[in-house]
Nanobody, 123 residues
Framework: VQLQASGGGPVQAGGSLRLSCANS????????MAWFRQAPGKEREFVAG????????KYADAVKGRFTISRDNAKSTVYLQMNALEPEDTAAYFC?????????????????WGQGTQVTVSS
């Protein structure tokens, strides 16, 4: 598994970004996927997760209603659409492949991670 995350960058508060995470080595169509984020000096935290078919989705309370996770199994890619960004969303964002068809909110349950893409929201 080799995950490549992209789409981060600087943005003003209220703006939008779309993160992508592509798996270049094998299909992820049978695996749950998740996005986590980590701000400096803080623990890595769950942002959103999606099951292998996309029919089970969960968001952290902090992003509910603003972020949307989706996936395209034909492209082995998972997306995170982030709207109404706030300075508190500033962090490095990581995608992760679950070893099962669903996902966990605990980062300890993931073996494969993307390299992270930085999102910086200015006020």
């Amino acid at each position: 598994v080799q995950l490549q995350a992209s789409g981060g960058g600087p943005v003003q508060a209220g703006g939008s970004l779309r993160l992508s995470c592509a798996n270049s080595r094998r299909t992820i169509s049978n695996n749950g996927m998740a996005w986590f984020r980590q701000a400096p000096g803080k623990e890595r935290e769950f942002v959103a997760g999606i099951s292998y078919r996309g029919d089970t989705i969960k968001y952290a309370d902090a992003v509910k209603g603003r972020f949307t996770i989706s996936r395209d199994n034909a492209k082995s890619t998972v997306y995170l659409q982030m709207n109404a960004l706030e300075p508190e969303d500033t962090a490095a964002y990581f995608c992760a492949v679950s070893l099962s068809s669903y996902f966990s909110t605990d980062s300890k349950n993931y073996r494969y991670w993307g390299q992270g893409t930085q999102v910086t929201v200015s006020s």
